[in-house]
């Protein structure tokens, strides 16, 4: 679709508009003639899924010979904006199937008679001015507005999410409507088909705004590509994951034993925004690679997920989706649609190893964090590490900002920044939950050099560490990588 070209609902009529009802042999009757309170030579709609700073949706004059009743939806073709007394603006349209418009493109091309129109209309006062916006200047108004109605809807659903899709649906609950029972898309019914204890990893990962758009499945096996002096690797059974925001390769560390308990997961992932490249491979007659390569700002890294050869249609199936979001394709720009709302209240400090951690007092070191942010550097997620961990003897707080990770210290009662890494350097991720090792990992580019750091964590901090991990990868996905 053109960028000029929105989708528009009428809110008020200008002038008088017909209300007909299905009549005999395919007609329609006419029931009654409505006419506006207010008489205006134009309609007034809203552009949907939009805030002002009011509170309410952007509004949009319609331009034509006739009216049309309120709710009507009207593919529209954007000529501009006026402004007055710096209010937000409305926008200026014509319907895309007025042939008699076809001609006019710009607010410049409008006759003196219009603009005089709606000159007088809006006018609050004599002396108030109005300010023609060409339709390109209109861009940043519109993703403004789309962005504060998302971040309303978010901060709406706060505490009363939907149950995710992935997720059963709660037995308890009747369902009572189409869309409920409809609760699934197909390829989330791949969540079900997956092994409970993998289902237990997937369930416990994903986010709540988050859907499955495909799966597949592979067994624990030997690899085809690498080996050691012990013969070929043990592959562990994982799962591919594509959802509505990254790719995700999760792995379980260890085999479930006999008596259920579950060690631990690994995954890899990338953002959908910075998916560059996926291709397939043969390596062998019985095992196929997949490589994806992932962006940052200089440079790229490198993912690779190796499978039996009897999983490649699924496995084509699934580069089906992604080519849907390779840059050739889609402007990453347009992915950009996981924006995470700055938290109200950050959660208190907390040593994981205290049984009474809220009371330990971390106030000079909350403080002293807040003073080393940049101006309008807000924090997303932080978690600490205790001074006991790896014997440091001091604290250390992960802080996660909306453009970079930083590791602060509290050596010698001393607050400083020991790390500090921008989050579009970084290209990939990895977590890795388990009670014997716990750790992110980060592939950084730098000057086209892919280094890898990892940050471990004690297992008992994992709820915290975890906020962070999800905080960066969200605000990487929303980070552009060119000035």
């Known amino acids: 679709m053109d960028k000029l070209t929105i989708e528009i609902e009428i809110v008020q009529s200008g002038r008088a508009t017909g209300e007909y009802k299905p009549g005999e042999h395919g007609v329609l009757r006419l029931k009654q003639i409505l006419y506006p309170e207010v008489m205006l030579p134009f309609d007034i709609g809203i552009l949907p899924n939009t805030m002002t700073s009011e509170g309410d949706p952007l509004k949009v004059i319609l331009i034509g010979e006739i009216s049309h009743p309120p709710r009507t939806q009207i593919p529209a073709r954007l000529l501009g904006g006026v402004q007055t007394d710096g209010t937000d603006p409305y926008l200026l349209a014509v319907s895309d199937v007025d042939e008699r418009f076809a001609a006019i493109t710009s607010v410049l091309d409008l006759e003196d008679s219009w603009r005089s129109a709606i000159d007088q209309r809006l006018k609050t006062s004599s002396i108030?001015?109005?300010?023609?916006?060409?339709?390109?200047?209109?861009?940043?108004?519109?993703?403004?507005?789309?962005?504060?109605?998302?971040?309303?809807?978010?901060?709406?659903?706060?505490?009363?999410?939907?149950?995710?899709?992935?997720?059963?649906?709660?037995?308890?609950?009747?369902?009572?409507?189409?869309?409920e029972a409809e609760h699934y898309t197909a390829a989330e019914y791949t969540f079900f088909q997956l092994p409970y204890h993998i289902q237990h990893y997937v369930s416990e990962y994903l986010d709540k705004d988050e859907r499955i758009l495909y799966a597949v499945r592979r067994p624990a096996t030997y690899s085809h590509r690498t080996r050691s002096w012990l013969g070929r690797e043990k592959l562990q059974e994982g799962v591919l994951i594509l959802t509505t925001q990254r790719l995700i390769q999760l792995v379980e560390l260890v085999p479930l034993g006999d008596s259920g308990v579950r060690y631990g997961f690994k995954a890899q992932l990338g953002v959908l925004e910075r998916l560059i490249d996926a291709s397939v491979e043969t390596v062998s007659d019985e095992a196929i690679l997949l490589k994806?390569?992932?962006?940052?700002?200089?440079?790229?890294?490198?993912?690779?997920?190796?499978?039996?050869?009897?999983?490649?249609?699924?496995?084509?199936?699934?580069?089906?989706?992604?080519?849907?979001?390779?840059?050739?394709?889609?402007?990453?720009?347009?992915?950009?649609?996981?924006?995470?709302?700055?938290?109200?209240?950050?959660?208190?400090?907390?040593?994981?190893a205290s049984n009474d951690g809220q009371k330990i007092n971390y106030q000079h070191f909350v403080d002293a964090i807040s003073s080393m942010l940049l101006p309008e550097e807000k924090i997303y997620a932080w978690a600490l590490w205790p001074a006991w961990f790896e014997e440091r003897g001091f604290d250390q707080v992960m802080v996660i900002t909306g453009s970079r990770l930083l590791v602060v210290s509290d050596s010698d009662l001393h607050q400083s920044i020991t790390l500090s890494i921008p989050l579009t350097q970084i290209a990939t991720l990895s977590y890795t939950g388990s009670i014997l090792n716990s750790y992110m990992e980060l592939s950084v580019v730098e000057s086209g050099k892919v280094q890898s750091i990892t940050l471990k964590f004690p297992y008992s901090a994992d709820e915290a560490f975890h906020r962070c991990f999800e905080a960066m990868r969200r605000c990487m996905a929303v980070l552009p990588l060119m000035d």
């Open 128 to 179: 108030a001015d109005l300010h023609w916006i060409k339709a390109d200047e209109l861009e940043p108004w519109i993703k403004k507005a789309q962005k504060k109605y998302r971040l309303a809807r978010i901060k709406n659903n706060e505490g009363g999410h939907s149950q995710p899709a992935w997720k059963p649906v709660d037995s308890k609950k009747p369902v009572t409507s189409f869309t």
């Open 292 to 352: 994806f390569t992932w962006r940052a700002k200089n440079g790229y890294s490198f993912l690779e997920w190796e499978s039996p050869i009897y999983t490649r249609a699924e496995i084509d199936e699934l580069m089906g989706f992604l080519k849907m979001f390779a840059p050739s394709n889609i402007n990453p720009r347009a992915l950009q649609c996981s924006t995470l709302p700055v938290p109200s209240e950050l959660p208190p400090l907390i040593d994981p």
